[in-house]
């Protein structure tokens, strides 16, 4: 039974910003963050919504009239906190967070997942707004999300809002992020910092203010499909999906053997796609993260860990004794590219000494390096290249050669090894002596099995529409 809401739109007039008064304000916290909450009955019918899985879970919330004194938000905020990022702060930020805003909207990732939220709880809030409650509508429109955690967390979040583009389920809610993670690239390049400050709870509050009033701005998203020999036994990240539907582009030919019966993975990433030892060392590095926690309790920790898989894979220095056909990935990998506005394939050379290929969408890469650089006019001209931007429908190809190649072009010292440019991008593996190749979206490893009779497809292309941010500086 649906009914109709006639709710007030006056506001307070001594609040700044957007709803909210000044942190410096003598009156308790709680209050200060007000205007983020949700009215009750909203809240409770989203969570009941999302806990049953169905958009009428929380209909009896609508039974009886809000009371006077809950008004609608105008900046409502939606909290999802992954507690296994970087060094656990999740359940303390959690706790914190629930006492500022509200319990029903701070999510741990544990317990809802992003597509819950989108499937169920907002789909609860558009329900009700076409059946004439005023306060939904005005929530739905409004809010905004904060994300807690690292690139992947954030990553898997904003894949799972972009359905909403799909469906044409609008506005996409704009998305603000708590940095957790150890590298935090996607924080960094939307001026949410680096790292998760000491002074954490004073951080949080700015994080809240900044979250409501920071200005809109887009992110370039990049759809990855995987086809590989059918049989072939993958662990993928969580951001990688198995698809019997998705297919490659059929208009270029492929070099070497497809079997006839092949695998599809999909998926999304926002700020790199690698292939080669850069892949193969986080691969470690996450491997042992996940079996030993408790040694991995920081980004300082973290970093003297990685550091330590980049000398043992032989990042920094390939044993004598190796086959050097094994270690350039010319040996395994051909490239095609598209260029901006160029409907036809292009053969690009894959440079002998290269032992990683990134495809780079942000200007941070490996905690807040830029590996392509700032590059001069004339530069970028000779090579054909634009400046580089995170919304400009490009991705940024280059080269690191071995660990020491890494390390100096991290500090800006030299430059990386420039490729290309491209609106589209196809990887094609060839097995050889190699049993596995390793490979990486936005900081997630997985080990490839590779074939020596067939390829291995890898093809990148932007998705069509683009991700919603929040500036934070």
Known sequence: MSRTVTRS?????????????????FRPEKQDFAKLAMPQYLRLAMLDSIKK??????????????????????????????PKSGGRHGPVLKERLQ????????????????HEFVRYGLACLEKWAENGDSCAKETR????????????????????????????RLPVPPVAIIPLGTGNDLSRSFGWGGSFPFSWKSAIKRTLQR?????????????????????????????????????????LKIDGHVPDKVNFYEGVFYNYFSIGMDAQVAYGFHNFRN????????????KIIYSGYSCSQGWFLTPCMSDPTLR?????????IKRVNCPEWESITVPESVRAIVALNLHSYGSGRNPWGNLKPEYLEKRGF????????????????????ASFVMVELISAKHIAQASSIRLELRGGEWKDAFLQMDGEPWKQPMSRDYSTIVEIKRVPFQSVMINGQ
């Open 9 to 25: 739109t006056s506001r307070e007039t001594s609040t700044i910003g957007c709803g909210f008064s000044s942190f410096t304000s």
């Open 53 to 82: 899985q169905d958009v009428n879970g929380g209909d009896h919330h609508f039974q009886m009239p809000p009371p006077d004194d809950d008004p609608c938000s105008e900046t409502p905020v939606i909290v999802f906190i992954n």
């Open 99 to 114: 006492h500022l805003i509200s319990e029903e909207q701070v999510f741990d990732l544990q317990d809802v997942k992003p």
């Open 141 to 168: 429109t409004n809010i905004r999300v904060v994300v807690a955690g690292g690139d992947g967390t954030v990553g898997w979040v904003l894949g799972c809002l972009g359905e909403l583009h799909k469906k044409g």
């Open 211 to 251: 979250a409501t009033t920071g200005p809109i701005c887009h992110l370039d998203s990049w759809h990855v499909v995987v086809q590989m020999p059918g049989g072939q036994v993958v662990n993928p990240p969580h951001s990688l999906k198995a698809n019997e539907e998705c297919g490659v582009d059929q208009t």
């Open 291 to 302: 079996e030993k926690p408790y040694l991995a309790q920081g980004p300082i920790s973290n």
């Open 328 to 336: 350039g990935l010319n040996n395994i990998l051909s490239i095609h």
């Open 386 to 405: 634009v400046e580089a931007h995170a919304d400009d429908g490009l991705l940024e190809i280059f080269g690191l050669k071995q660990g020491w190649h």
